[in-house]
Structures are given as structure tokens and as C-alpha cells.
T-cell receptor, first 113, second 115 residues
Framework: SVLLYQKPNRDICQSGTSLKIQCVAD?????MFWYQQFQEQSLMLMAT?????????ESGFTKDKFPISRPNLTFSTLTVNNARPGDSSIYFC??????????FGPGTRLTVL | GDSVTQTEGPVTVSESESLIINCTYS????????LFWYVRYPGEGLQLLLK?????QKGSSRGFEATYNKETTSFHLQKASVQESDSAVYYC????????????FGKGTHLHVLP
């Protein structure tokens, strides 16, 4: 299994600002994933990040709005640009194990005022 | 497309009572997806509770069980006697195939177990 840590665990920011969410794994992982979860809704995959290449985004998510960096095999950063109240949600990073199971970080709760 | 539907919460039961959280799935991209239950305890991240990758098989963990029923496309989570420590949010999920990374989650079911 893989342990994932996220920082910060929560953040409050003003509309129009940008913020970064960091994810650190306790071992090297090939792929990291970012999920968004609105209250009482399911987790939605935002993007897949592999080391040394641009992240692959799912429908509804763009690089301009949610740039993701993956500088090495244990680290990834999700940025939320020009944050809006509609971006208020919990953001999770994850990595995959055998049989497609996922390991998740504890989540970052974002509130945009 | 692929989707997961599960019991809407919150679900409240008393300690030592039995529990069932329903989950049905639709998998259009593959006949027999991999099925999972994840759990998020208060203050913690999601963690895998159990998984079944073969239709007809049963998975179990921490007293919970779920059987992969391909006829009814269901993967209901059951426990014979819940404990207060089982209070959490439970997510049913599927992955279309073993090489895919995209997990399709249900909306989650809040379970409150009363002492």
C-alpha cells in the first residue's frame, strides 16, 4: 500500500486568488490522480499525473484552471487558478495499486469566499 | 456510461443491529467490472474496505461482506452486527477493467451507529 499526505488539510481563500495543494507519497508511484468532491456528491476524477509529462485532464477540467505538476515519483501539486465559490469542495490525491484499487490522501477542504 | 447508485443517506442504526447498504452499477464499457467498497472514517481519508474482481465472488473485511452479483448488477454491503466505530461514509465504486485507472464512485452513504 501507499500512504499519501496532503497539505494543507483545509484552506479558505478569496475569489480570484490562486492556491496550491500538495500531495506527497511515502513511496514512488507511477501515476497520481486528483479528484474533486462536492458535498454529498461522488468523487470525480479531475486528472492523471505521471512524472515528467503533462497531466491528462478529464472532461470538464482544464490545465489553465487546474494546473498540475509532477516533478518526481513521490510528489504532485494541484493549483486552483482564479478560484471561485463554485470551486469550493474537497480535493483528494490518490495513487493506484494492484487490481485497480486506489490509495487516497486525507483530502483538502477548500472554501472560496 | 458507467455509473454507480447506492443507498442515499444518512442511515442510522443502533449498535448490534444488522446493516445493508445497497449498491447497483451500470457498466457499459465492460461486462464485468472490478467492484469496490471504500470507507471514510471521520477525520480520515478514503480507504479500501473490500474489493471483488470476479463475478459471483464475495469479499469481506472487518465484518462487512459484499457479493458481486452480475445477474442483478449489485454489490450490496452487509454487516450482521454493527458497532459504533463503523460510523463513517461508505462509497461503492467500480473500475471498468484491471488496466483502467478511472474509478467511478457512488455518492456515498453516511452511516451513523447509535451506542
Amino acid at each position: 500500500s501507499v500512504l499519501l499526505y496532503q497539505k494543507p488539510n483545509r484552506d479558505i481563500c478569496q475569489s480570484g486568488t490562486s492556491l496550491k495543494i500538495q500531495c506527497v507519497a511515502d513511496s514512488q508511484v507511477v501515476s497520481m490522480f486528483w479528484y474533486q468532491q462536492f458535498q454529498e456528491q461522488s468523487l470525480m476524477l479531475m486528472a492523471t499525473a505521471n512524472e515528467g509529462s503533462e497531466a491528462t485532464y478529464e472532461s470538464g477540467f482544464t490545465k489553465d484552471k487546474f494546473p498540475i505538476s509532477r516533478p518526481n515519483l513521490t510528489f504532485s501539486t494541484l493549483t486552483v487558478n482564479n478560484a471561485r465559490p463554485g470551486d469550493s469542495s474537497i480535493y483528494f490525491c490518490s495513487s493506484s495499486g494492484v487490481s485497480a484499487e486506489q490509495f487516497f490522501g486525507p483530502g483538502t477542504r477548500l472554501t472560496v469566499l | 456510461g458507467d455509473s454507480v447508485t447506492q443507498t442515499e443517506g444518512p442511515v442510522t442504526v443502533s449498535e448490534s443491529e444488522s446493516l445493508i447498504i445497497n449498491c447497483t452499477y451500470s457498466a457499459t464499457s465492460i461486462a464485468y467490472p472490478n467492484l469496490f467498497w471504500y470507507v471514510r472514517y471521520p477525520g480520515e481519508g478514503l480507504q479500501l474496505l473490500l474489493k471483488v474482481i470476479t463475478a459471483g465472488q464475495k469479499g469481506s473485511s472487518r465484518g462487512f461482506e459484499a457479493t458481486y452479483n452480475k445477474e442483478t448488477t449489485s454489490f450490496h454491503l452487509q454487516k450482521a452486527s454493527v458497532q459504533e466505530s463503523d460510523s463513517a461514509v461508505y462509497y461503492c465504486a467500480l473500475v471498468p477493467d484491471t488496466n483502467a485507472y478511472k474509478v467511478i464512485f457512488g455518492k456515498g452513504t453516511h452511516l451513523h451507529v447509535l451506542p
